[in-house]
């Protein structure tokens, strides 16, 4: 495409002719006649890797700074983070205008029921993508894992190219707070956008719940400005930032509520909760319509609700939505169920805030047990106010806590494990160890672990890796907790 296309709409005039294969803002990504965005962000400077980047093969530099090379074409602009989400659009020729595409946004739930929304539209014969905290795919192929829940704006026009490449239709879109205060979903175009809840989280980015809050309505806002017709508003009406969201809509949005305890549009009834799933029934439109789900815990039954909501607005048949939902049986990372033969059970789940661990340990609580043994850590340079409100939730809704290591990336492990530690402590509760190394934390707890006992693996759920300081090792809780069932067994045996 050439330059001048590719800049158009954006705050530089560019009449270059000049032909761009690419576009990165990471200079070792950098290929022959591609546009190196130099950003400078909270942890590196782009400007600092201009000329890695022009090595590389980079014809463009686009920057904030005043900067003169003779090796390359220098623009500055104004906003960077607004250029590069509209030169992403135009050089991947507007991507998500060509789909039908749903954004969730919220502090739980999104990939629970990005995962969901996802099985409704493929069963019902809608072939859809999904862009989210596992991974980036189309309906075909898994196309890359995911580096942030919602990617920068160059590649996130270029998965959804892909996605359409890929045959598909619609796709589903996690929408992370960071995404939406960064301006990579600015030139997006959704159709409609769903709301889960709203907790304190990412306080570390965004230091008040007011700023983490407004940056939630942002995806709202660009529903708003979208040019898709019939768009949708979906909203959870027993979390109060509902009537906020709605306060920012404008009137051709329709808006579809759901819940278990207030009215709404979509509302559950009739719930039992099971260690084995749940069932209930939708009352909508004066109609009512059973359900069942082999997904546990309440939380789970807002998630089904918000997806089931997505089916209606594409006029999908309720019996087809509760088939689809039956044909569910687990989501990677999110309460995942692992028995052994002994007859304990291990369950993995990312819950890594203070009321998502809560949330967690109640439902396990209600399923029968022995006792609840948890493994939890928190991550390093993240939010430091939920540790000691994490130790306290652990200890008090388990009746054995074993506090580790999660991604200690920068920070001293020890340190974390302190602050994690204080909460525990200041309840005058002593049940607890401390094991930094996280496969010995899992191994202790597995062999601890009787017949009828649950073992809660939290805060990294589907993740396959670990971060220490800056380095990234592989690592997984369920292969981890699999393999010292596994060994447990043999021991045993002998």
């Given amino acids: 495409m050439r330059l001048s296309e590719v800049l158009k709409n954006t705050d530089i005039e560019c009449y270059s002719e000049i032909e761009i294969k690419g576009i990165s803002l990471n200079s070792k990504d950098i290929k022959s006649d591609y546009i190196f965005f130099a950003i400078k962000g909270r942890e590196s400077d782009g400007n600092l890797f201009i000329d890695e980047a022009i090595r590389n093969g980079a014809k463009v530099i686009i920057t904030e700074e005043e900067i003169s090379r003779k090796d390359a074409i220098v623009l500055r602009t104004k906003d960077i983070l607004k250029t ?34 996802e099985k409704i539209l493929n069963y019902n014969g809608i072939k859809t993508g999904v862009i989210g905290t596992i991974n980036y795919r189309s309906s075909k192929r898994i196309i890359s894992e995911a580096e942030n829940t919602t990617p920068l704006a160059c590649k996130l026009n270029m998965l ?25 979903v600015e030139d997006i175009q959704f159709n409609s956008a769903v709301f889960t809840n709203l907790q304190s989280d990412h306080m570390d980015f965004h230091k008040t719940m007011e700023d983490y809050s407004r940056s939630k309505l942002i995806l709202f806002e660009l529903l708003n400005k979208s040019d898709k017709k019939n768009k949708t508003a979906i909203l959870n009406e027993d979390d109060p930032f509902s009537t906020e969201i709605k306060k920012v809509l404008s009137k051709e949005i329709k808006i579809l509520t759901y819940s278990i305890e207030k009215n709404s549009d979509i509302k559950a009834k009739n719930i039992e909760l099971n260690p084995w799933g749940s069932t209930f029934y939708i009352e909508y439109e004066g109609e009512k319509y059973e359900f069942k789900t082999e997904l546990i815990g309440k939380h789970n039954i807002y998630n089904i609700l918000a997806a ?18 039956l044909e569910i049986k687990t989501v990677p990372g999110r309460v995942e169920k692992i028995e052994s033969e002994e007859g304990f059970f291990a369950y993995i789940d990312y819950a890594h805030t203070e009321k998502s661990l809560i949330e967690v340990l109640k439902t396990l609580n209600s399923i029968p047990h022995s006792k609840i043994i948890t493994v939890f850590g928190c991550g390093g340079d993240r939010d430091r106010t939920k540790r000691p409100l994490m130790g306290k939730a652990a200890s008090s809704l388990s009746d054995f806590v074993v506090i580790t290591n999660d991604n200690p990336r920068t920070e001293d492990p020890l340190e974390i494990i ?27 707890a597995v062999n601890m672990a009787q017949k009828n006992d649950i073992i809660l693996i939290a805060g990294k759920g589907h993740e396959n890796y670990q971060i220490i300081g800056k380095e990234k090792f592989v690592f997984s809780d369920k292969e981890t907790v699999i393999e010292a069932i596994n060994s447990k067994k043999k021991k045993e045996k002998k």
């Fill in 84 to 117: 590069l989400s509209v030169s992403s659009k135009n050089f991947y020729s507007n991507p998500s205008e060509k789909l039908n595409l749903i954004g969730i946004t919220g502090t739980k739930g999104k990939t629970t029921t990005s995962f969901i929304i």
């Fill in 160 to 184: 959804l190219d892909e996605i359409i490449k890929d045959g598909d239709e619609a796709a589903v879109m996690e929408v992370s707070s960071h995404s939406l205060k960064l301006k990579r």
């Fill in 308 to 325: 089931l909501a997505v089916g209606i607005c594409r006029k999908i048949d309720f019996q087809k939505l509760s088939e689809a939902i």
């Fill in 418 to 444: 302190r602050e994690i530690e204080k909460g525990i402590k200041d309840l005058g509760k002593t049940n607890y160890s401390v094991i930094p190394d996280r496969k010995e934390a899992i191994n202790y």
